[in-house]
C-alpha cells in the first residue's frame, strides 16, 4: 500500500507538470490578453500594468518564473480581482464546492446503495421493476435540468427550500439532491447487477447453509463483493460531480470555485484559471487514488501494476 502510494504521489506531481505546461502554452496563445478588452490606457500605465504582472518579460522567463512559483504553492495576485492573491480566492471558495461535491457524492452511495440491494432482493417483482425505472429516468436526467425544475417546485410552487445561497444545512439540500440524484440512479443499478452476481456464489450458498441470517448474509458477506462495481465507477464519477458543480454553483449562486472558474477564463485571468485548472486536477487525482486504495482493500486479490 506504501508502494502504491508513493507511486501515486511521483506520478501526481508529472500529471500537474503537463497540466501546468499544456494550460500555460494553451492560454497564451489565443489571440489578445487579459488587459486587451480594456479602454486604451497610456502607454505608461500599460507598460506598468505589464511589469506588475511580469507581462512584459519574454515567454519562456514567464513560463520558468510561474512553474518556480506554483512548486511553491504561490500562484500570485489575481489579475482582475484586486487585492486578491489566487490562493486567498481558493482558499474562500474551495471548501465550499469540496462541501458541495462530498455532501453530493454520499447522497448518491446512500441512496443508489440502498436502492440497488432492494432491488436485487426484490428482483423480477413490481418493486423492482418501479425502483430501476426510476434509476433509468434518473440517468437521463440532467443535473442542470432537475435543478431548475427543483426551483420552479420546491422555491415558487411550494416555498420550502432557499433559492440560493450559501450558511445554512437548509440551502444545502437541493444544490446537493439535484447534483447526486444521477449519480444515485447509476450506482442503483450497478449495485442490483453486483449484488444479484454475487447472490449466485458458492460462498453465499455456504453462508446460508450455516444458518446465518438473510441480513447478516446480505450486510456482512455479499455486499463487500456487491459493491466493487461501484468503486470502480467512483472514480470517473467523482470527476463528473465536481465538473458538474460548476454547473449547480451557478444555478443556486453559491460562492465557490464554479464562478470563479468561469470568469477566469472568459476575462483572461491567466493566474486565476491556472490556479482552477490546478485545483480540480488535484481534487480529481486525489479522489482516484482513494478509488484504488478502497477498491485494493475490498478485493486484496487486485494487485497495482
Given at each position: 500500500m506504501i508502494v502504491l502510494l508513493v507511486r501515486r504521489l511521483v506520478w501526481m506531481a508529472i500529471t500537474l507538470w503537463g497540466v501546468f505546461t499544456v494550460s500555460f502554452f494553451l492560454m497564451r496563445?489565443?489571440?489578445g490578453g487579459p488587459f486587451s478588452k480594456e479602454r486604451k490606457l497610456d502607454p505608461v500605465v500599460q507598460r506598468n500594468i505589464e511589469r506588475r504582472y511580469d507581462l512584459d518579460k519574454p515567454l519562456y522567463w514567464q513560463y520558468g518564473n510561474s512553474l518556480i512559483k506554483t512548486a511553491r504553492v504561490d500562484l500570485g495576485p489575481s489579475m482582475r480581482l484586486r487585492d486578491f492573491s489566487v490562493n486567498e480566492v481558493i482558499a474562500q471558495g474551495l471548501p465550499i464546492s469540496a462541501s458541495l461535491g462530498i455532501l453530493a457524492l454520499s447522497f448518491?452511495?446512500?441512496?443508489?446503495?440502498?436502492?440497488?440491494?432492494?432491488?436485487?432482493?426484490?428482483?423480477?417483482?413490481?418493486?423492482?421493476?418501479?425502483?430501476?425505472?426510476?434509476?433509468?429516468?434518473?440517468?437521463?436526467?440532467?443535473?442542470?435540468w432537475l435543478a431548475s425544475v427543483g426551483i420552479v417546485l420546491f422555491v415558487f410552487v411550494l416555498p420550502i427550500f432557499p433559492a440560493a445561497g450559501w450558511g445554512s444545512p437548509w440551502q444545502l439540500v437541493l444544490p446537493v439532491i439535484c447534483l447526486g440524484a444521477p449519480y444515485a440512479a447509476y450506482i442503483a443499478r450497478l449495485t442490483r447487477t453486483g449484488m444479484l452476481d454475487v447472490l449466485s456464489q458458492d460462498y453465499i450458498r455456504t453462508a446460508r447453509a450455516k444458518g446465518l441470517g438473510p441480513s447478516r448474509v446480505v450486510v456482512h458477506h455479499a455486499l463487500k463483493g456487491a459493491l466493487l462495481p461501484v468503486v470502480s465507477f467512483l472514480g470517473p464519477a467523482s470527476a463528473d460531480i465536481l465538473m458538474g458543480s460548476l454547473i449547480?454553483?451557478?444555478?443556486?449562486?453559491?460562492?465557490?470555485?464554479?464562478?470563479?472558474?468561469?470568469?477566469?477564463?472568459?476575462q483572461r485571468d491567466y493566474p486565476l484559471a491556472m490556479g482552477m485548472v490546478l485545483t480540480y486536477t488535484v481534487m480529481l487525482y486525489l479522489m482516484n487514488t482513494l478509488v484504488d486504495v478502497s477498491y485494493r482493500l475490498l478485493d486484496p486479490r487486485v494487485v497495482d501494476r
Open positions: 496563445a489565443v489571440p448518491a452511495l446512500a441512496l443508489g446503495i440502498s436502492t440497488g440491494v432492494v432491488a436485487a432482493l426484490w428482483r423480477n417483482t413490481a418493486v423492482d421493476w418501479s425502483l430501476m425505472s426510476a434509476a433509468t429516468l434518473g440517468i437521463a436526467v440532467p443535473n442542470f449547480v454553483e451557478q444555478i443556486f449562486f453559491l460562492p465557490g470555485l464554479g464562478s470563479h472558474f468561469v470568469e477566469a477564463a472568459t
